[in-house]
């Protein structure tokens, strides 16, 4: 499959409100494709210089953004849980099972959405590295390195405080899932129910987890400016969470 349809298809898998952020492959291709001389006039090489840096600034307010609401999110389910399970002894049973069951909803979902996030990050470094190689391959040049060398400054591209939390959300959920021999029927049930209410994300993290796992793997073009190879969380809920088959994607 051509890069550019595997980047669309990828853009379509991730959540509708994501879907202008990231990199815009077509058209810095377009620019390249347009470049007639070898090496470029300095004016070809601007345009298409200025065309990536701000598709770079715009992924960077982006990506900052999302991990800024999710540290605040995660404090605040740290509290929440915290909270919960030191008033499981003063409330109803029937009302801790709800509160938790409510807890449970929002770990799926914020987890979710930070597999995603680690994903456009990965997608839109992929973007990047391979547009300079087509800008280098049609000119000539040699922008691709020193470039490249930049982007992995980036804050999109440093992803260790999102997987740090992505991390520490399967502790939570570990936490509030209950794992004696009596609670494991319903804590499947609350899964199953989990995944089928929230649909959206859970089709999109499974999709963005394989994905990732598929772009970090080895490859004849595997090298110093490859993304390291990923290593999927091991737990059991999240192992629980995976289709028996691919989820088409609407």
Known sequence: MKFG???????????????????????????????????????????????????????????????E???????????????????KATVPAAQHEAEIAEIRREIVNFH??????????????IGAAKILKKY?????????????????????????TVSQMVRECEAMMEAVFPTAPEGQAAARRDRDALAAAEQ???RNTVAALLTM???????????????????????DWLRSFQPPSPIPIQ
Request: proline content about 6%; hydrophobic content about 35%.
């Open 5 to 67: 349809k595997w980047l669309k298809k990828q853009i379509e898998q991730s959540l509708p409100e994501w879907r202008e952020q990231f990199v815009s492959y077509k058209e810095l291709k377009q620019i390249v494709s347009s470049i007639s001389g070898c090496p470029p006039s300095p004016a070809d090489e601007a345009e298409f210089v200025a065309l990536l840096d701000a598709e770079i600034d715009k992924i960077n307010a982006f990506f900052l953004e999302q991990e």
């Open 69 to 87: 609401e999710f540290i605040i999110m995660h404090r605040e389910l740290q509290e929440v849980i915290k909270t919960a399970l030191e008033r």
């Open 112 to 125: 979710g959405e930070m597999v995603l996030l680690l994903n456009y990050s990965s997608i839109n470094y």
């Open 136 to 160: 280098d391959k049609r000119t000539g040049g040699v922008l691709r390195l020193p470039v490249i060398e930049t982007v992995r400054e980036q804050p999109f591209f440093k992803t260790e």
């Open 200 to 202: 959206r994300i859970f």
């Open 213 to 235: 796992q598929d772009v970090r793997s080895g490859s004849s073009t595997h090298g110093r400016h490859s993304l390291p190879p990923l290593n999927l969380p091991d737990s």
